[in-house]
């Protein structure tokens, strides 16, 4: 989920009949199709779940361009994009995704929920912990 950084050439160099077509996120989903979502690091400089997130739900990129609305997808879609849909991507489901007795322990502790702040604050939430098959390595 690229618009946050890409959006604004994707304006200038779109038409408008290819910008609609754009990250048609809402519309994967209500069609069944499993959406992941990806840092693509190094392409993008920003490689936080959490921006991902954010343009997911708001559809806006650096320059506050927004970018088909109405594809929009909601903070705990967004959430299941970065996990399980990213695990289901790459068949992996079994190993990861989620915090499940016998998969990885990968995950982070964030100092709120994403789905208890308002999404504006979305990009404001910092990582507190971060484990990496059941060590911690990150400690804020």
């Known amino acids: 989920m690229f618009l946050r950084e890409l959006g604004g050439n994707f304006r200038q160099y779109l038409d408008d009949a290819f910008l609609a077509q754009c990250y048609p996120m809402r519309?994967?989903?209500?069609?069944?199709i499993t959406v992941a979502f990806?840092?693509?690091?190094?392409?993008?400089k920003g490689i936080h779940p959490l921006e991902n997130l954010?343009?997911?739900?708001?559809?806006r990129d650096l320059a506050g361009g927004v970018i088909t609305p109405?594809?929009?997808?909601s903070v705990m879609e967004g959430l299941y994009a970065c996990t399980m849909g990213g695990a289901i991507a790459n068949s992996m489901e079994d190993q990861i995704g989620s915090i499940t007795p016998g998969k990885f322990a990968d995950f982070v502790i964030l100092e709120s929920s994403p789905l208890a702040v308002d999404p504006e604050r979305l990009l404001e939430i910092k990582i507190k912990e971060t484990w990496v098959g059941g060590k911690r390595v990150f400690l804020a």
């Open 70 to 73: 109405e594809e929009s997808v």
């Open 27 to 32: 519309s994967m989903l209500e069609a069944g």
């Open 38 to 44: 990806s840092s693509d690091a190094p392409v993008v």
């Open 54 to 59: 954010h343009a997911a739900y708001f559809r």
